[in-house]
C-alpha cells in the first residue's frame, strides 16, 4: 500500500496556473501507476492524468482530452513525488484534486485504483 498525500491546491483567477504535489510513501513507489482525478460539486469524480514510470525511459503519460496542452504531469521517483502542472485555468477545472495510485498500469476509470489522497481543492475564479 502506498500513502498519498496532496498539496498545492488553493485560488487562482482564470488564465492563470498552478502545480498540484502529490508525496507517496511505502515501497515499491517505482512500480506504480500515478493518477490525478477531480471531482466538481455535484459531479462524478473523473480522470485528469496519470503516469507510469517504466523502469527506464521515456516515462508515459496519459491526459484526459480536455487538459491536453494545459495540465502536464510528471513525477520525481528520487522524491516519492508526483506533480500536475495546471496551465491557462478556466472556471470548468474548479474541483478538488485527488491524486490516486495502483500497480501495474495506467487505467483511467476510478475503479481501478487502490490508494487515494485526501484531495486539495482548487478553485478558478472567472
Known amino acids: 500500500q502506498v500513502q498519498l498525500v496532496e498539496s498545492g491546491g488553493g485560488l487562482v483567477q482564470a488564465g492563470g496556473s498552478l502545480r498540484l504535489s502529490c508525496a507517496a510513501s511505502?515501497?515499491?513507489?517505482?512500480?506504480?501507476?500515478l493518477g490525478w482525478f477531480r471531482q466538481a460539486p455535484g459531479k462524478e469524480r473523473e480522470f485528469v492524468a496519470a503516469?507510469?514510470?517504466?523502469?527506464?525511459?521515456?516515462?508515459?503519460?496519459y491526459y484526459a482530452d480536455f487538459v491536453k496542452g494545459r495540465f502536464t504531469i510528471s513525477r520525481d521517483n528520487t522524491k516519492n513525488t508526483v506533480y500536475l502542472q495546471m496551465n491557462n485555468l478556466n472556471p470548468e477545472d474548479t474541483a478538488v484534486y485527488y491524486c490516486?495510485?495502483?500497480?501495474?498500469?495506467?487505467?483511467?476509470?476510478?475503479?481501478?485504483?487502490?490508494?487515494w489522497g485526501q484531495g486539495t481543492q482548487v478553485t478558478v475564479s472567472s
Open positions: 490516486a495510485g495502483k500497480r501495474g498500469e495506467v487505467v483511467t476509470r476510478v475503479s481501478g485504483y487502490d490508494d
Open positions: 503516469i507510469k514510470w517504466s523502469g527506464g525511459s521515456p516515462t508515459y503519460a
Open positions: 511505502g515501497r515499491a513507489f517505482s512500480m506504480y501507476a
